[in-house]
């Protein structure tokens, strides 16, 4: 039963493309939910096709999906054809809005962020933008004019973010990832049916998956595998060669080796089992790496996304975590990895560093900035159902 005169709080959510993006996002509609936002009343605009599809409605949220695709480093043509889907896109999102009637729009990034916050825009939803890498990139950098309040996960974004409107609130890190921590070692090794004692990597190279971590570590797991026992996760798209690299490996290493395609509830777990991570710098390493306390070796991928580099570069100058590059990953692969989890002095270093950099409150703290800017939203009269409570 709802109390007389309560208000319906209607949350609009645009998050999309990768991990780095849509898990928190995820976070955050939790701790809405955990404060009182109805999870009937919050609308999810995501692009069709891309991961949102499996990560969001896994969630049990409410989701819609309108074309989109990248506008930036991509052929004329394509750029062309999917400038067209944006303009569709517009025209979708504006329809989704006027029918959901939100209070606010939080959004974190993604191919079809544009449109929909130009349809917020139009509908004079206010706008709260979560920006998890300390670079924004484009689909943020244009929707930034339009945000009444920007969260970001570390004071590094101060030189892209107009300071009267930014706050740190930090990486909200998802719930079921951060609850991992209240297993001993013991019990997450156990989990995978590893030892302690023996120390442990895990290796994984983001939502979709890393070509170039995948290769050099299979070249290296053959010498790795005598000292060390590693928890990889390849993503999709080259599983069936990981996969058969595992078969081919000798009985003896193979039992220290635990592949997999991917991680959902057990992401977390893998986190607290492991002595070091080796990764791609997508921004979830932001928030992550130092829930755990855990030292990280990055593989930023500079090519078509520089804030990967950004991203490392942060951590790297803080202590947390060393760097590496897709051109000399096959040669330097096997001697950083031994000259970091065989020296349990650094890795201190590195852990603790990586621990300072950890805000325990950060999902409960960038739902409080979307309540706030919420509460002021100009629809507040017309769109808020005010519901009286049956005698």
């Given at each position: 039963?709802?109390?007389?005169?309560?208000?319906?709080?209607?949350?609009?959510?645009?998050a999309?493309?990768?991990?780095?993006?849509?898990y928190?996002?995820?976070?955050?509609?939790?701790?809405?939910?955990?404060?009182?936002?109805?999870?009937?009343?919050?609308?999810?605009?995501?692009?069709?096709?891309e991961?949102?599809?499996?990560?969001?409605t896994?969630?049990?949220?409410?989701?819609e999906?309108?074309?989109?695709?990248?506008?930036?480093?991509?052929?004329?043509?394509?750029?062309?054809?999917?400038?067209?889907?944006?303009?569709?896109?517009?025209?979708?999102?504006s329809?989704?809005?006027?029918?959901f009637?939100?209070?606010?729009?939080?959004?974190?990034?993604?191919?079809?962020?544009a449109?929909?916050?130009?349809a917020?825009?139009?509908?004079?939803?206010?706008?709260?933008?979560?920006l998890?890498?300390?670079?924004?990139?484009s689909?943020?950098r244009?929707?930034?004019?339009?945000?009444?309040r920007?969260?970001?996960?570390?004071?590094?974004?101060?030189?892209?973010?107009?300071?009267?409107?930014?706050?740190?609130?930090?990486?909200?890190?998802?719930?079921?990832?951060?609850?991992?921590?209240?297993?001993?070692?013991?019990?997450a090794?156990?989990?995978?049916?590893?030892?302690?004692?023996?120390p442990?990597?895990?290796?994984?190279g983001?939502?979709?998956?890393?070509?170039?971590i995948?290769?050099?570590?299979?070249?290296?797991?053959?010498?790795?595998?005598?000292?060390?026992q590693?928890?990889?996760?390849?993503?999709?798209?080259?599983w069936?060669?990981?996969?058969?690299?595992?078969?081919?490996?000798?009985?003896?290493?193979?039992?220290?080796?635990?592949?997999?395609?991917?991680?959902?509830?057990?992401?977390?777990?893998?986190?607290r089992?492991?002595?070091?991570?080796?990764?791609?710098?997508?921004?979830?390493?932001?928030?992550?790496?130092?829930?755990f306390?855990?030292?990280?070796?990055?593989?930023?991928?500079?090519?078509a996304?520089?804030y990967?580099?950004?991203?490392?570069?942060?951590?790297?100058?803080?202590?947390?975590?060393?760097?590496?590059?897709?051109e000399?990953l096959?040669?330097?692969?096997?001697?950083?990895?031994?000259?970091?989890?065989?020296?349990?002095?650094?890795?201190?270093r590195?852990?603790?560093?990586?621990?300072?950099?950890?805000?325990?409150?950060?999902?409960?703290?960038?739902?409080?900035v979307?309540l706030?800017e919420?509460t002021?939203?100009?629809?507040?009269?017309s769109?808020?159902a005010?519901?009286?409570?049956?005698?």
């Open positions: 039963m709802r109390q007389a005169g309560r208000q319906t709080m209607r949350v609009l959510i645009c999309g493309g990768t991990g780095g993006g849509i928190p996002a995820l976070a955050a509609a939790t701790e809405l939910q955990a404060l009182g936002v109805e999870q009937n009343d919050i609308l999810w605009i995501g692009t069709k096709g991961m949102e599809e499996t990560l969001v896994r969630a049990g949220l409410r989701l999906t309108i074309a989109g695709g990248p506008i930036a480093g991509v052929p004329v043509a394509t750029r062309a054809r999917n400038l067209a889907k944006l303009a569709q896109g517009y025209r979708a999102a329809d989704s809005i006027g029918r009637r939100p209070n606010v729009m939080f959004m974190t990034g993604g191919y079809v962020a449109p929909v916050s130009l917020a825009r139009r509908h004079k939803v206010p706008i709260v933008i979560y998890p890498d300390v670079e924004p990139g689909s943020i244009l929707a930034i004019p339009m945000a009444r920007i969260a970001c996960t570390t004071d590094g974004s101060r030189q892209f973010v107009p300071a009267e409107k930014m706050v740190v609130t930090g990486y909200p890190v998802r719930p079921d990832i951060r609850a991992a921590g209240s297993l001993s070692k013991a019990e090794l156990g989990h995978f049916d590893l030892k302690p004692g023996r442990t990597l895990f290796v994984f983001g939502s979709r998956g890393a070509r170039n995948n290769r050099a570590l299979m070249g290296a797991l053959p010498d790795l595998l005598q000292e060390a590693i928890i990889h996760v390849s993503g999709t798209l080259t069936p060669e990981v996969e058969a690299n595992a078969a081919n490996l000798p009985a003896e290493l193979r039992a220290w080796y635990r592949p997999f395609p991917y991680l959902h509830e057990e992401m977390g777990t893998a986190f089992a492991a002595d070091l991570t080796m990764a791609r710098a997508g921004a979830s390493m932001m928030g992550e790496c130092p829930a306390g855990l030292p990280s070796i990055l593989v930023p991928l500079t090519f996304w520089r990967q580099k950004v991203n490392a570069d942060y951590l790297t100058e803080r202590g947390a975590a060393v760097q590496l590059v897709d000399t096959t040669e330097s692969l096997l001697p950083t990895v031994r000259e970091l989890l065989f020296n349990p002095e650094r890795l201190s590195m852990a603790a560093a990586a621990k300072t950099l950890d805000r325990p409150n950060a999902a409960a703290d960038l739902a409080q979307i706030a919420s002021s939203s100009p629809q507040k009269n769109s808020l005010h519901e009286e409570a049956p005698c």
